[in-house]
């Protein structure tokens, strides 16, 4: 993370983002931190690099451009200035796999169900 001011927390549920990103070459790993980056310390995020997915109960997409090959990370806010990355891919297509969106959707609910267990544990709800 630079020294830059931070707007927004990155946070990793679980490890189907870091399982996704230890897997990548080195030149893409550089590329996903430089976006992450974009990401946490920019106001206002171009659709460029973090685009919300039309169809999804708040889900978003961050967009990584490397060697014209294109990678995608889901993830969503939980409140506003925390981001929950899940799991990510390398996109061969126009449209995001199916497949891919059921699993965020699982991995989101999963994390919801898991935080409102702890509220209830907590006392908090």
């Given at each position: 993370m630079s020294n830059e001011t931070t707007y927004r927390r990155i946070f990793f549920y679980k490890r189907y983002y870091l399982?996704?990103?230890?897997?990548?070459?080195?030149?893409v790993r550089d590329k996903i931190i430089w976006t992450i980056d974009l990401v946490a310390t920019i106001i206002r995020v171009p659709e460029q690099y973090l685009k919300h997915i039309e169809g999804t109960d708040q889900l978003y997409e961050i967009r990584v451009q490397h060697g014209g090959n294109s990678f995608r990370i889901f993830c969503f806010f939980d409140k506003e200035k925390l981001v929950i990355l899940m799991n990510g891919?390398?996109?061969?297509?126009?449209?995001?796999?199916?497949?891919?969106?059921?699993?965020?959707?699982?991995?989101?609910?999963?994390?919801e169900a898991e935080k409102k267990e702890q509220g209830n544990k907590s006392g908090v709800t």
């Open positions: 399982d996704f990103f230890e897997s990548q070459p080195k030149k891919f390398q996109k061969k297509s126009e449209k995001i796999p199916k497949k891919e969106i059921e699993k965020a959707i699982k991995i989101k609910s999963e994390y």
